[in-house]
């Protein structure tokens, strides 16, 4: 298998980016967020290419930000949270090892109060992002080698999780 050791997915919120340096921490590996890649590429915020440009134009720059990314980062890898709508994307992530981050929205109030800069929540945070996670969850289980709920538990634990899901040594 070519490509990251392995992918994160799941909503904004979730906890990808903490997940995933711990991860590459612990399996002695490069971490990378696509989400990132974007932002030092474009110069701006991606609420800023939303506002600016509109999703269609964000979600083409995401798709290449994560065709370049699983071709060439061996390490973990993050992607955004609506990088799993891409039909291209999905497939190309069946060939790689993927953990789908998962939370309810009790836990996205929690940690994230629904009222930081996020372009898609910006209206009504709980129910926008239940709309959304009604409408890409079936998409995060689809890609997914593993599910780690990470619901009241702490980042070390979703790690643990995660490793254990895969199968996977810390280094």
């Known amino acids: 298998m070519s490509g990251p050791l392995l992918v994160l997915v799941g909503p904004m919120g979730v906890g990808k980016s903490t997940v995933g340096r711990l991860l590459a921490e612990r399996l002695g590996v490069a971490y990378r967020d696509t989400?990132?890649?974007?932002?030092?590429?474009?110069?701006?915020?991606?609420?800023?290419?939303?506002?600016?440009?509109?999703?269609?134009a964000f979600r083409a720059i995401e798709k290449r930000a994560v065709r370049t990314a699983l071709a060439g980062h061996g390490g973990v890898l993050a992607l955004g949270g609506g990088a799993v709508l891409d039909t291209d994307t999905r497939e190309l992530l069946a060939a790689h090892r993927v953990v789908y981050l998962s939370m309810d929205v009790e836990e996205a109030v929690r940690r994230t109060g629904l009222n930081v800069a996020r372009p898609l929540l910006a209206v009504n945070p709980?129910?926008?992002?239940?709309?959304?996670?009604?409408?890409?969850?079936?998409?995060?289980?689809?890609?997914?080698t593993a599910v780690v709920p990470t619901d009241g538990r702490s980042p070390e634990e979703v790690t643990r999780a995660a490793l254990d899901a895969l199968e996977l040594k810390d280094a």
């Open 35 to 56: 989400d990132e890649d974007i932002v030092a590429a474009e110069g701006r915020t991606i609420a800023d290419i939303f506002v600016d440009d509109g999703e269609p």
């Open 126 to 144: 709980r129910k926008q992002w239940r709309e959304l996670m009604e409408a890409r969850r079936h998409l995060y289980e689809e890609v997914a």
